[in-house]
């Protein structure tokens, strides 16, 4: 049993440490940078730069990499950011509000200057903020692309009523978001109950 918790804490630690480091990588932020004003455990500083060391040995990018190397390409090289414009006329994001800068960035350069864009998103299921997702995204799109025609989705399919409703009063609460109202045509259905379990199983 102490086993299995030193093993559970160990997953733990090596799940945070790989979080921050695709947040560094994600945000574009400089190492140098993040351990000057973010950073002071020298432990996170040498895990980073010996993964670094590791992943350029071997040749390899991991997928935070794969976007951080594109990103860079397109800045440094307007030819090949023009040759992927002329490749993609149009672009469709899908799942907007679980991007992050980096990604958007990419998403920007490759739309201009004829912005041809079109983002599906849900401000209110924006839930990967611990990978460097954000919401602001969504809600300063209007701002950065004058003209944006914004259709709302709110008939839901799936759910009854009262689950909507039920939904519908916790969302409100969202200080970040654009505001929308589900409803269904699927009937009041059961009512909403609230279990609370002893552990996720």
Known sequence: EKYGQEMAQEGDFIEEVAREISVVKGNCISPEHYYASCCSDEIFRDIFHGYKQALKAKRKLDFDDMILCCYELFSQRQDILNAWRRKFVYILVDE???????????????????????????????????????IENILNFERIYPGTKTIRLEQNYRSTSNILNAANCVIQHNTERKGKTLWTDNGEGDKVQVYTAENEQ
């Open 96 to 134: 907007f509000q679980d991007i992050n800068h980096l990604q958007y960035d990419i998403v920007k350069m490759l739309a201009a200057p004829e912005n041809n864009l079109f983002v599906v998103g849900d401000d209110d299921q924006s839930i990967y903020r611990f990978r460097g997702a954000t």
